[in-house]
């Protein structure tokens, strides 16, 4: 069986591709050096020759707040080359599997919580991210249009707020959990009285360490054939007040966490329901604090060694 990954250096793509060879399946992980997505002719010609078995599209351009919110123009258009270059690819080359990753943020701003399935498109979107949310509504609206034309076995997984290893800590571009470790790293090593952090701290957000994810979409890639989009969490919500503590305790900062409230929250809550997901045999299994113990860790002695993503 052949599986391509695609972002396979990235964050959740690397983690993929290791967890797929861990339980016995040869995985090949594809990055920007060695095919640009958004090159429809490149890519077409890649998977033609490949003829993978399934695809997994962890390839995406992603990144917090503020870069979503200085660039929609990219986080839309580009994404929308990205995945339906990679789909329609996919559909030349009679891919029989393909796994579309989203994320949390297809879901109104103000949802119902815990967020169901069946609550896509039932308000309206977070403004600050919405170019990105509309992208992957997008992506999930061609892999089941894919479904019900053509009878392909193509599935949507929607993880929450993923962190962990090879994770991007740039400031501008990543998302709030890397951003914290660099920031109270940064703090603990120069001695820095305060932090200042954006916001109120009072939004509730959901953390799923990569490695979960990965776990699911080897789980998931034999088991699992539906139309509906699936949820892929841990159901525990935690404040970004909370989780400054958390970061701060790990990285042995003992300074004051001030915030910003001039700067925007974004969504004021989100936790996904993934009763369905666990129903079917799947539950997450590393605990926040262990999973950002572990990426702090990590972090620092990728930063000694000059290899952190910045």
């Known amino acids: 069986m052949k599986i391509l990954v695609t972002g396979g250096s990235g964050l959740a793509g690397s983690a993929i591709v290791e967890c797929f060879k861990k339980h016995g399946f040869p995985a090949k992980g594809i990055g920007r050096r060695d095919l640009n997505l958004l090159d429809r ?38 994404n929308l080359r990205i995945q339906n270059n990679l789909i329609e690819a996919a559909f030349a080359a009679d891919v029989e599997k393909f796994i579309f990753l989203g994320s949390s943020c297809i879901y109104p701003r103000d949802c119902a919580q815990p967020i169901k399935e069946e609550y896509l498109l039932s308000g309206p979107l977070e ?6 949310a ?16 053509y009878g392909r076995k193509w599935v949507s997984l929607m993880p929450t707020n993923l962190y962990g ?3 991007n800590f740039d400031l501008e571009g990543s ?10 790293v940064e703090a603990k090593r120069n001695n820095a009285e305060k932090v ?12 799923l360490h990569v490695n979960d994810l990965a776990e699911a979409v080897v789980f998931f890639h034999d088991k699992y054939d539906s139309g509906s989009h699936l949820n892929i969490g841990t159901g525990r919500e935690t404040s970004i007040m909370e989780l400054a503590s958390i970061v701060a305790k790990f990285t042995g900062y003992t300074g004051e966490i001030k915030w910003d409230s001039s700067k925007p929250n974004g969504t004021p809550r989100k936790v996904l329901d993934s009763s369905l997901a666990n129903s079917l045999g799947w539950y997450s299994r590393i605990s926040l604090e262990d999973g950002i113990d572990s990426t702090v860790k990590w972090y620092e002695k990728e930063l000694a060694e000059g290899r952190v993503r910045l």
């Open 134 to 149: 509309i992208a992957k509504i997008a992506g999930i609206e061609l892999i089941n249009s894919f479904r019900r034309q």
């Open 165 to 167: 290893p090879r994770d």
């Open 196 to 207: 200042m952090l954006w916001g109120t701290g009072t939004p509730t957000r959901e953390f």
């Open 175 to 184: 998302h709030v959990l890397p951003a914290f470790i660099r920031r109270f």
């Open 41 to 78: 002719t490149a890519t077409f010609d890649y998977i033609t020759r490949m003829k993978p078995n399934l695809i997994v599209n962890a390839a995406a351009k992603v990144g917090g707040i503020v870069a979503n919110n200085n660039h929609p123009v990219e986080y839309l258009a580009d």
């Open 127 to 132: 403004p600050t991210n919405s170019a990105y």
